[in-house]
């Protein structure tokens, strides 16, 4: 059984920075991928990073240069350090993870992915 846990979501003011922390339990693949995904009322979940088993990744436009994504085999934990916050980060995040993947990159579509988190809340005003 698959469990994915989101946590470090909050409330920060636009250009501070926050730490979201995704632990994954139960997850045994050795070829996988997992992302970050990000939906704000009344829009579309959209992805924001990815990251695959062999440490390659792949970020949308509107993040490149403020988000990083990791990942701690060791941990089983997924992070996503979001400095330079802005209003429109505003959303709910998620965490979602892809058993035998095989693609060049990391994907950042809704439809790759068969196991999410619950979400943790991020607001930027």
């Known amino acids: 059984h698959v469990q994915l846990v989101e946590s470090g979501g909050g409330s920060v003011q636009a250009g501070g920075s926050l730490r979201l922390s995704c632990v994954v339990r139960?997850?045994?693949?050795?070829?996988?991928?997992m992302a970050w995904f990000r939906q704000a009322p009344g829009k579309e979940r959209e992805g924001v990073a990815g990251?695959?088993?062999?440490?390659?990744?792949s970020y949308a436009d509107s993040v490149k240069g403020r988000f990083t994504i990791s990942k701690d085999n060791a941990k089983n934990t997924l992070y996503l350090q979001m400095d330079n916050l802005k209003p429109e980060d505003t959303g709910m995040y998620y965490c979602?993870?892809?058993?035998?993947?095989?693609?060049?990159?990391?994907?950042?579509?809704?439809?790759?992915?068969?196991?999410w988190g619950q979400g943790t809340q991020v607001t930027v005003s």
């Open positions: 990251v695959d088993s062999d440490g390659g990744t």
């Open positions: 139960g997850y045994t693949y050795s070829r996988y991928c």
């Open positions: 979602a993870a892809r058993a035998n993947f095989m693609g060049a990159r990391p994907p950042l579509t809704f439809g790759t992915y068969s196991d």
